[in-house]
Each structure stands twice: as structure tokens, then as C-alpha cells.
């Protein structure tokens, strides 16, 4: 919620709410699209920051914590007077008990989040405050403030624009923040089909006070301009879904570029820590390779995708060590899934040896195996790997990955938690259950040679 209604007998009336800006669903669809379009490195480092947490599920997390935190709730909004032609920060964005402005506070977070020097605690709050805010920022009403030219009272983004909407009392700020998206079906697809018709790379240009005053000028254009009885209908919605489609998928590829530009770069080892490991990301998260028609299909219909990070760790001491150094504990979080939907795996690797290790996962396809996995259907035959006209096949069932990039060190005892969505090419096209595990070798010890996980089981249904 923008800002909430001062009188509670009309609030009693709203059955269209006055959710928070764009509404949960809104802000859901913003950081989907962006989730889609992280490269590798970030999206590694936004999980291991979300703790495996997807990105649309902290999306509206700056609302729920707004009441218990109060000095935050300027940072959902900027003030920009409705006659304005240009952003002010002094008149705009004047700090006060409350927080100053949502541009502002962008720029903080974006400087936290960027800073891996920084607590890995605060870094996950500036990337939630983050997610919210940018999206916050392009719903129009967060962005314009009309006053009442005799009394100079603001009318808090159209939250006092009392109207009906289908004939139900709400206020206008309500129906910008669900009310166009509901009624006028806008979800993560036809948001996408409006994507591939725009040039990314334009949508990106610009930068935060640019946003908000377009996102101004169009509270001007569309949002304010309704019928003197304040009835809003079809006609209303028809006029201006468009417009909430464009903010939503502008906002949704910003917040990517903007991720993807501060977390793009994976952390580099420490120069006396242990080698770690992931492998073949950037084939198989990056850019599409290029397959055929038959084989996408089979790609999107017949697999499922099993999302696994892999914990890379070498345990070498300065003398060499023959201690197994670690443990893997591996679980499902969604363990029944349709045909071609994505299966998210926690990963978590536990210190058992007696000196720190480094963990992490990186891109590396020049180095000598370390990590291998296995996908078995029910009667314990390994799924067999599809192919393409750019990697060729792997042993049935079975991938190997290394690494040598360090996102973090455990201490004796400690644990780590990781998780992702990557898209591995194994036929499961029957349903069923399948059974997947995780094997680390550790460089240099002949006596353990390699550390497995548990087997989890995962059901594909038609």
C-alpha cells in the first residue's frame, strides 16, 4: 500500500483494496521477468543471498515489513508534483521521519548490494528492498501527487480519488495497484509477448530519475485523466492496460540489467583458500544453444528441469589432508511436478573437519572433474542426456562439473545452503519417479575418493 486510507468507514466499502503498489500480483510479475534474464554469476549470488528463496516470493517483502519499520515508508514513493516537468530532490525527496524518496533509496540499495564487503545480511535486504522498489517506482501514482489548488492538500498518489470501479467504491490509486491487472488478465505471459515485440536493450537506457518522471507523465496522461462521475468501467481498463503491460515488463528487464550489472561478477577465491566448484553453467543457464525445433520441444515437454548448485570444495590442508571434510545433504522443495516444470533442489554442505574450507561455483569447463551427479528412473536406469549440435552427449545420467570461484568459507561445524534453477537435458519424458544424487571427489584423497549426498526422489506427473 502506497500510503493507507485515513478514513476507515470508506476503507470498510473497498473490495477492491488498496494492496500495495502494483499489488502482490504485480510485483510477483515484475521479478519474475527479471528472474528470467540473470545471467549465471548473478543468479548464483542472488541465491545464495535468497538462501534458494525464488525471486517473485520476496517480492512484496518491503510491504510487510513497512508498518514495523516506519522509517521506510517514504521509500515506496516520490512526491512529484502533478504540474511538474522536471525531478526536484529538494522539493522531491526531503528526508523526514518517514524515509526520503523511492529514488533515493534505490541508489542505497543498489550501492549495498553491490558491496561484497558488506554483511551478507544487509546485502539481502538491499536486494528485497530492491526487487520492491524499482517496481514500486513504475507504477505511475507512486510518482505524482495532485493537490487541491485551494486547500494545497496532496491527494497521496490517488489514494483520496474516491470512485467506483464496476460499481464498487475504491479510490484510484487501488485500481493502479490491482485493479487494471485483474480486470484486464495481465500476467507473467502476456507481459512476455509484449517483451518480444521491444528492444530490450532501448527498454534499459536511462536511468532512475528518467523512469520516474516517464512514470509521472504517464499518472498525468492516463491515470488521472477519468470521467467526471468517477465510474470507471471497460473502457477505463481498455485505455490503460497497455500501460500497466509496458511499466510491468519495462520494470521487470531493468531490475534484471540492474542485478545482473552489480552481481554479474562472481567473487574471486582467496589466494590461500581451497579450490571449489561448480561446472558448464554458462551452457547450460546462458545463452540458447542453437537446437532444432524437435529438440526444444523435447526440451520443454519432456524434461524437467532439475535445479541443482553444486557446492565445489576442496579440503587439502597445506600438507594434504585424508579427512573426509565434508558432508552433502540434498532435498526437493517442490518434489512432484508436472512434465517440463522446474524442480528446485536445496543443496546444503556441512564442515566436518577441523580447519575453515571455502565453498562456492563458478563457470569452468577447463578443468578436471570433481562433481558428478545421477538421474535414475524407477527401475534404477540412468535417464539418458539429449544432445545438440553444440555439446555432445554425456555418459547416461551422469554430468560433471568443477569450479574455482569462492562465494563464502565455512568454519568447523558450520553449514551452507544453496539452490538454483538450471536446466539439465535428461529424457524424463515418461512419468514417474526419478532419483537424483550428488557426488563430490575430494582432489588428492585416495582413501575417501568421493563424498555422495543422499538420493532424493522427485515425481514427474503428466
Known amino acids: 500500500m502506497r500510503r493507507p486510507l485515513v478514513t476507515l468507514v470508506f476503507a470498510l466499502l473497498v473490495s477492491v483494496p488498496n494492496l500495495f503498489a502494483w499489488g502482490g500480483e504485480g510485483h510477483k510479475i515484475i521479478a519474475a521477468i527479471a528472474d528470467k534474464r ?6 548464483m549470488q542472488v541465491i545464495a543471498l535468497l538462501e534458494g528463496t525464488p525471486l517473485p516470493d520476496v517480492a512484496s517483502w518491503a510491504d510487510d515489513v513497512r508498518k514495523e519499520r516506519p522509517e521506510t515508508s517514504r521509500w515506496h514513493y516520490v512526491d512529484i508534483p502533478y504540474e511538474a516537468t522536471s525531478y526536484d530532490a529538494a522539493r522531491d525527496c526531503e528526508l523526514t521521519d518517514h524515509g526520503d524518496c523511492v529514488i533515493a533509496e534505490i541508489v542505497r540499495a543498489e550501492k549495498m548490494l553491490g558491496d561484497t564487503s558488506q554483511s551478507k545480511a544487509d546485502r539481502t535486504e538491499a536486494l528485497k528492498f530492491l526487487i520492491h522498489f524499482l517496481g514500486d517506482m513504475h507504477q505511475p501514482l507512486h510518482c505524482a501527487e495532485r493537490r487541491d489548488p485551494v486547500t494545497g492538500k496532496g491527494d497521496r498518489g490517488g489514494n483520496d480519488v474516491h470512485l467506483s470501479f464496476f460499481g464498487t467504491p475504491t479510490n484510484l490509486h487501488a485500481v493502479w495497484e490491482s485493479g487494471l491487472i485483474e480486470r484486464g488478465g495481465v500476467n507473467v505471459d502476456r507481459v512476455e509477448k509484449w517483451l518480444v515485440t521491444q528492444d530490450e536493450k532501448a527498454l534499459v537506457q536511462g536511468d532512475l530519475v528518467r523512469w520516474a518522471m516517464a512514470a509521472h507523465d504517464l499518472a498525468k496522461s492516463n491515470s488521472y485523466v477519468i470521467p467526471e462521475d468517477h465510474q470507471l468501467g471497460e473502457g477505463y481498463v481498455e485505455k490503460n492496460v497497455l500501460t500497466v503491460v509496458q511499466q510491468l515488463g519495462s520494470a521487470g528487464v531493468r531490475l534484471a540489467n540492474i542485478l545482473n550489472s552489480l552481481l554479474g561478477r562472481l567473487p574471486e577465491a582467496p589466494q590461500k583458500r581451497i579450490q571449489t566448484g561448480f561446472s558448464n553453467l554458462d551452457r547450460l543457464v546462458g545463452p540458447e544453444v542453437p537446437l532444432s525445433k524437435g529438440e526444444i520441444a523435447n526440451m520443454r515437454i519432456l524434461c524437467a528441469t532439475v535445479l541443482l548448485v553444486f557446492l565445489g570444495i576442496s579440503a ?3 600438507t594434504g589432508t585424508t579427512q573426509q571434510p565434508f558432508t552433502i545433504t540434498i532435498s526437493a522443495e517442490n518434489p512432484i511436478v508436472k512434465i517440463g516444470s522446474p524442480v528446485r533442489i536445496k543443496v546444503r554442505l556441512t564442515n566436518t573437519s577441523t580447519q575453515d574450507i571455502s565453498i562456492g561455483g563458478g563457470i569452468d569447463r577447463g578443468l578436471r572433474s570433481t562433481y558428478t551427479y545421477e538421474i535414475r528412473d524407477t527401475n534404477g536406469n540412468l535417464a ?15 554430468e560433471i562439473d568443477t569450479a574455482t570461484v569462492v562465494l563464502a568459507s565455512l568454519k568447523p561445524g558450520e553449514t551452507s545452503f544453496e539452490a538454483a534453477e538450471l536446466s539439465f537435458p535428461f529424457d524424463m519424458s515418461q512419468p514417474g519417479k526419478y532419483t537424483i544424487q550428488l557426488a563430490r571427489s575430494i582432489p588428492g584423497d585416495k582413501t575417501h575418493g568421493q563424498v555422495k549426498s543422499n538420493a532424493i526422489t522427485v515425481t514427474v506427473a503428466p
Open 316 to 318: 587439502q590442508a597445506q
Open 38 to 43: 540473470l545471467t549465471p554469476a548473478a543468479r
Open 384 to 398: 539418458p542426456k539429449k544432445t545438440s549440435k553444440t555439446s555432445e552427449a554425456t555418459t547416461a545420467g551422469k
